[in-house]
Nanobody, 117 residues
């Protein structure tokens, strides 16, 4: 059974930093791309960043230069370092592991990030 468990969310002031983690179990972690997504109240879920098995990364324009996605295959863990946080970064953040061969698509339960003074 595949499980993705996020942690690290919380309340932070504008300009602050948070680091999110996502631990995967029940899957060959190192061969699949992974991503972080977020959903703010009243809005659709959106992509934040992705990382391939070879560690190629991609970022939404709204977070580029502020957020860094990384993975530790030995620990089956995906990370998101978030710096210079803004109130508009407030959302529930989800991690995702996905692939086309084989076809898989699993999501974590989400962790709340609130940026407010």
């Amino acid at each position: 059974q595949v499980q993705l468990v996020e942690s690290g969310g919380g309340l932070v002031q504008p300009g602050g930093s948070l680091s999110l983690s996502c631990v995967a179990s029940g899957i060959a972690f190192d061969i699949f791309p992974m991503g972080w997504y977020r959903q703010a109240p009243g809005k659709e879920r959106e992509l934040v960043a992705t990382i391939t098995s070879s560690r190629n990364t991609n970022y939404a324009s709204s977070v580029k230069g502020r957020f860094t996605i990384s993975r530790d295959n030995a620990k089956n863990t995906l990370y998101l370092q978030m710096n210079s946080l803004k109130p508009e970064d407030t959302a529930v953040y989800y991690c995702r592991i996905y692939g086309s061969l084989p076809r898989i698509d699993f999501w974590g339960q989400g962790t709340q990030v609130t940026v407010s003074s």
